[in-house]
């Protein structure tokens, strides 16, 4: 039997900027650190369940058919899962979001329709609306996609201990971008976020917990 871990909220965000990911269009990857290695002794399963949990952040963008997008108001009392990415990266970002979208199959059709996959870009000067809505619809025509503002962004993602820093361009053109690559599951009965997943999640782990996500229920 896999044992729980349980890890502040605090000491999450206090963290975050040890959880970046460096990731670039030339395919390459440096090391990165998860929280829950740093804050919690070795786990034993995918999900780190928080003993405090994060206040979903107020946070409007825009969506891929350019309207905007309410997270909180959108998301309330349904289960969501909120990744920070960008559609150039060439291998954290589309794996994370192909394991969940392997794993969501798993549900009955009523609760795949009542999770909310919420990618937000970190790079939203090359993800527009039109680009971020074809590279999604690649994964799963329900995930939601949200570009805009990346201060506005970035002030999202530390509220809920998710460190990400503006694309920057390499001296052979290649661009970087900096983020935290934790998935963050928020309970439809609370609104909170009260699990966490880190960038080795597999799609089979993912499919054994969703069914537990989308009840508000501790994996």
């Known amino acids: 039997m896999r044992n729980r871990t349980a890890v502040t909220a605090v000491a999450l965000a ?3 900027a040890l959880t ?7 395919g390459d990857k440096a090391g990165s650190t998860s929280i829950a290695d740093v804050e919690a002794s070795p786990k034993t399963k995918a999900a ?4 405090q949990e994060f206040t979903k952040p107020d946070l409007v963008l825009t969506d891929t058919d350019g309207k905007k ?5 959108a998301t309330k009392g349904k289960p969501t899962l909120i990744y920070f990415g960008y559609t150039n990266c060439p291998d954290v970002c589309p794996l994370t979001m192909s394991n969940i979208s392997v794993a969501k199959r798993d549900l009955p059709k009523a609760d795949q329709e009542k999770l909310q996959v919420v990618f937000v870009t970190t790079d939203p000067e ?8 074809k590279w999604l619809k690649a994964q799963d025509p329900t995930f939601i996609g949200l ?3 990346f201060p506005t962004i970035q002030a999202a993602a530390r509220q809920i201990g998710i460190g990400i820093e503006p694309a920057t361009k390499e001296k052979d ?4 971008s900096m983020h935290g690559a934790q998935v963050v599951a ?10 966490l997943y880190g960038e080795n999640t597999t799609a089979e782990e993912y499919a054994k917990d969703l069914p537990k996500l989308v009840k508000g229920e501790n994996p």
Not at 20 to 26: E, I, K, P, T, V
Not at 173 to 176: A, I, K, L, P, R
Not at 190 to 195: A, C, I
Request: glycine share 14%.
């Open 48 to 51: 780190t369940v928080l003993d």
């Open 14 to 16: 206090a963290a975050a």
């Open 147 to 149: 570009t805009g503002d």
């Open 69 to 73: 997008y309410d997270l909180r108001e």
């Open 173 to 176: 053109g290649t661009v970087v």
């Open 186 to 195: 928020f309970s439809p009965k609370t609104d909170g976020g009260y699990v």
């Open 126 to 133: 090359r993800d527009t609306p039109a680009s971020l809505g």
């Open 20 to 26: 970046l990911s460096a990731c670039g269009s030339d």
